[in-house]
C-alpha cells in the first residue's frame, strides 16, 4: 500500500534526532498530518516527532531521561548542532519533601 510520495521535497529539519542513529529529524507537513522522517535511516512518524526521536528516551543504568536540544558546547569535539542530553528524572531534590504524588494501588492494604 505505499504511495508515490516524493521523498525527497519540502521538507525542514526539526530540533529532534534520531532515537536509532542520531541523525536530524526533519518534518513535512501534508494537509492536516504532519510527517517526521529521520535524515539518515529514514525512521518515520506521523504526528509528533517524539515517535522517533530522543525526547523520553531512557537512557543507562540510572534512568536518564533524554530530551533533543541545541549544542551547547558546540565545537571540534562536539560538532553536531543539536544533542541528545540525558537528565535523571526530577525525583530526589533532597531539600523538599513533599509528597505530591500519592499513588493509590487498587486493594492495598498499606498506607
Ligand atoms: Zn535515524
Ligand atoms: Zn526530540
Known sequence: ?????????????EPHLCRTCRGRIMSRTDGDTVEY????CGNRAIGQPEDVCCCGVTWGT??????????????????QEYVAKGELPKR????????????????SMFE
Not at 540510572?62 to 560538532?79: D, E, F, R, S
Open 1 to 13: 500500500m505505499d504511495m508515490p510520495v516524493p521523498d525527497d521535497q519540502g521538507w525542514d529539519f
Open 37 to 40: 522522517r529521520c535524515a539518515s
Open 62 to 79: 540510572h534512568g536518564h531521561i533524554l530530551t533533543c536540544q541545541k549544542n551547547p558546547a558546540k565545537g571540534p569535539q562536539v560538532p
Open 92 to 107: 530526589e531534590r533532597g531539600s523538599q519533601k513533599r509528597r505530591t504524588n500519592p499513588v493509590h494501588l487498587p486493594g
